[in-house]
């Protein structure tokens, strides 16, 4: 059974960065891209970025443009986000997920809560 | 940047069946995807591809997509199809677009 879980996730200041992480089983993550999706309290869903199967490529959302990189680790089968100068406005559950076009599996989600 | 526009809430009585749109322009040119959200949950995707839907999903869910408009549609609603439905689409200039989803209560 596919099953993607998230960590990381935790209260910071603004400015500060956290790193996410992505443990995937079930599925060869290498064969997907692979996404991260957000979700700020009582809001509905913001594409964050995604990743190509071999990280040559990557897709950001013009709000995270910049202060976001995302990144994966094939052999240990799990993706990663890289969370800099982080602001209010980037408080949320973060989930991964497979693909890009298409959200196919998603995980449970870790909350990132940046505030003074 | 795209837009999907989604009516905030939906409101049906159990047994009835329930039809949650979801407006964009160009949309002959997008695939659409709906996702179901429980309170507390991680998203489901319900629809893929503008009608097809995922192993597992029951067949009282449908997806169509008509000019600019796509509906989502739940027969015979159960109480726990109580949730937040979101359409999204990819766009090459905004990346993955969600809809600000709809609120389906079951009365």
């Known amino acids: 059974e596919a099953q993607m879980v998230e960590s990381g996730g935790g209260v910071v200041q603004p400015g500060a960065s956290l790193r996410l992480s992505c443990a995937v089983s079930?599925?060869?993550?290498?064969?997907?891209?692979m996404s991260w999706v957000r979700q700020a309290p009582g809001k509905g869903l913001e594409w964050v970025a995604s990743i190509d199967q071999d990280g040559s490529e990557k897709d950001f959302a013009d709000s995270v443009k910049g202060r976001f990189s995302i990144s994966r680790d094939n052999a240990k089968n799990s993706l990663y986000l890289q969370m800099n100068s982080l602001s209010a406005e980037d408080t949320a559950i973060y989930y991964c997920?497979?693909?890009?076009?298409?959200?196919?599996?998603w995980g449970q989600g870790t909350t990132a809560t940046v505030s003074s | 940047s795209y837009v999907l526009t989604q009516p905030p809430s939906v409101s049906v009585a159990p047994g009835k069946t329930a039809t949650i749109t979801c407006g964009g322009t160009n949309f002959g040119d997008y695939s659409v995807h709906w996702y179901q959200q429980k309170p507390g949950q991680a998203p489901v995707l319900v629809i893929h591809?503008?009608?097809d839907r995922p192993s597992g999903i029951p067949d009282r869910f449908s997806g169509s997509k008509s000019g600019n408009t796509a509906t989502l549609t739940i027969s015979r609603v159960e109480a726990g199809d109580e949730a937040d439905y979101y359409c999204?689409?990819?766009?090459?200039?905004?990346?993955?677009?969600f809809g600000g989803g709809t609120q389906l209560t079951v009365l």
């Open positions: 999204q689409v990819w766009d090459s200039s905004s990346g993955g677009v």
């Open positions: 079930g599925f060869t993550v290498s064969d997907h891209w």
């Open positions: 591809y503008d009608i």
């Open positions: 997920a497979t693909e890009r076009t298409i959200f196919e599996i």
